[in-house]
């Protein structure tokens, strides 16, 4: 079973930066695509960033395109997220998710992804 735990989340000022680790444990995270995605309450989950099993293929969403850059350092087992010139809107839990799956039609839905972090709760503010 594949595990996933996400750190790095916190308070940050209007214009900031912020970089998202997502640790994956109990199986090889080379053999996984990887995402992220946010959520408020209230509101649906939103694809962030995703890349392909090896991180040499990346799409992002549109919310916060040009601002963010995924990677993923299978070495590691770890996804990371860089987050910058952050904005009161990106304020929401992040969270990684793993997919055997990957391309550009598979990485951006949520219901691609079969494993989840924790999330890990991001606040911009003044």
């Known amino acids: 079973q594949l595990r996933l735990q996400e750190s790095g989340g916190g308070s940050a000022q209007i214009g900031g930066s912020l970089k998202l680790s997502c640790v994956a444990s109990?199986?090889?995270?080379?053999?996984?695509?990887a995402g992220w995605f946010r959520q408020v309450p209230g509101k649906e989950r939103e694809f962030v960033a995703g890349t392909s099993w090896g991180g040499v293929s990346k799409y992002y969403g549109d919310s916060m395109q040009g601002r963010v850059i995924i990677s993923k350092d299978n070495d590691k087992n770890t996804a990371y997220l860089e987050m910058n010139h952050l904005r009161p809107e990106d304020t929401a839990v992040y969270f990684c998710?793993?997919?055997?799956?990957?391309?550009?039609?598979?990485?951006?839905?949520?219901?691609?992804?079969?494993?989840w972090g924790q999330g890990t709760q991001v606040t911009v503010s003044l």
């Open positions: 109990g199986r090889s995270f080379k053999n996984y695509s």
């Open positions: 998710a793993a997919s055997i799956n990957s391309g550009p039609a598979v990485l951006p839905r949520a219901t691609s992804y079969g494993y």
